[in-house]
């Protein structure tokens, strides 16, 4: 499937942004998702993922309380609050037609499509 990220930009330390993934093609509602996140110089990090029906969803410790994810029937979202400089990244939507629980999530490898990015700079 084809994904398109929406939603990045500059915003101050401690603000939001709400990021937006739309996926083409008939079968989204069957995949994993997931949001990436890669800096300049740095390895991409795993951000947030959800499972295909959306009832679990799995982030990393760091994360937890900051960062929501979420879908619908035609989206996937980021909800990203209290953000701080190191923040700031190029993010990524990715799916997997068949990671189906938490252990796979954390890793690029599980992903077949990614979308181009959509860049996030927190910046004062």
């Known amino acids: 499937i084809q994904l398109v990220e929406s939603g990045g930009g500059l915003v101050q330390p401690g603000g939001s942004l709400r990021l937006s993934c739309a996926p083409s093609?008939?079968?989204?509602?069957?995949?994993?998702m997931a949001w990436f996140r890669q800096a300049p110089g740095k390895e991409r990090e795993f951000v947030a993922g959800?499972?295909?029906?959306?009832?679990d969803s799995y982030y990393p410790n760091s994360r937890k309380g900051r960062f929501t994810i979420s879908r619908n029937k035609d989206q996937v979202y980021l909800q990203m609050n209290s953000l701080t400089p190191e923040d700031t990244a190029l993010y990524y939507c990715?799916?997997?037609?068949?990671?189906?629980?938490?252990?796979?999530?954390?890793?690029?490898?599980?992903?077949?499509?990614w979308g181009q990015g959509t860049q996030v700079t927190v910046s004062s």
């Open positions: 990715a799916a997997s037609p068949s990671c189906y629980s938490g252990r796979c999530a954390p890793f690029p490898s599980s992903y077949d499509s």
């Open positions: 093609g008939p079968t989204f509602s069957s995949y994993a």
């Open positions: 959800i499972s295909w029906s959306g009832d």
